[in-house]
């Protein structure tokens, strides 16, 4: 039998409770037993099998080795992941440049949101709200696109919380538009080609119509999720591009992350 406890989750210390409280009847040991073998006492045996104990790791991986149990610590740190990526010089040009095209037609931008409140479950790169018609965009920046199943359950977790985010922010949106913006590079349209199929059912939007509503408000919003490129060194109006998905009509601006990150922060530190 495998008892999956994460630590620090809710409840976890009524899981262990349980756990312990039934192995130590299922072995027909007393509270007492249990202490002795554990090199505890029984009243910290009690107050783990009550729960009204606060977890000590040690005092409990003592008691559970005692009991046969073997332990592991399982911890979930798949967020900091998304802020590793976005501590990148590259990825915050990228989010930068998205920002400052956004606020150009009026909309309202937040980068960086964090998730969760007593403690962080992740970020989402920009929240933008456009007033005029109280609309909610939630935009992810990608320097690099890899796993698109991983993308895909980043984006419907996002999706879930950015409306607590956007009433943190004081905004009150009635609708959200979710939109991936991908550094414009021959790496990223070979990765997509590669998985076409998955990647036009996850990102359905037609990037014409994503770029079209995010200037004019009385435009319908896109149909699902949107994949766009962009080059944050393009200062055209046509800032947001297709990828293979759609109908491309320039070659990509660089060949992979390498060269865009030379050539892009080069410039930025001139």
């Known amino acids: 039998m495998q008892t999956r406890i994460v630590l620090g989750a809710r409840g976890a210390g009524a899981a262990v409770a349980d756990l312990v409280r039934e192995t130590r009847v299922l072995l027909g040991w007393t509270q007492r037993e249990l202490a002795v073998r554990a090199r505890t006492s029984q009243s910290t045996v009690q107050r783990i099998e009550t729960g009204s104990a606060a977890l000590d790791i040690a005092v409990v991986t003592a008691v559970l080795a005692a009991l046969g149990l073997r332990v592991a610590l399982d911890v979930d740190g798949r967020h900091l992941e998304d802020r590793r990526r976005q501590r990148g010089a590259l990825h915050g040009r990228l989010n930068g440049y998205v920002a400052r095209r ?29 007033p005029a018609d109280r609309s909610l965009l939630l935009e992810e920046s990608k320097t690099e696109i890899g796993d698109l199943g991983a993308l895909q359950r980043s984006l419907k977790f996002y999706a879930r919380e950015a409306w607590t985010a956007a009433q943190a922010l004081g905004w009150r949106p ?42 004019d408000p009385s435009r319908n919003p896109p149909t699902g999720w949107v994949l766009a490129t962009a080059d944050p060194a393009r ?36």
């Open 235 to 270: 200062r055209r109006a046509d800032w947001l591009g297709a990828t293979l998905l759609g109908q491309r009509r320039r070659p990509p601006a660089y060949e992979d992350y390498a060269e865009a990150a030379g050539r892009l922060l080069q410039t930025a530190r001139r």
């Open 174 to 215: 009635v609708r959200l538009v979710i939109v991936v913006v991908a550094l414009d590079t021959a790496a990223v349209a070979r990765r997509l080609a590669d998985e076409r199929d998955l990647a036009a059912r996850v990102f359905p939007g037609r990037v014409g119509d994503a770029a079209a509503w995010l200037r």
């Open 102 to 130: 956004l606020e150009r037609d009026h909309w309202l931008t937040s980068t960086e949101v964090q998730l969760g409140v007593d403690a962080p479950q992740g970020w989402i790169d920009l929240l933008g709200y456009r």
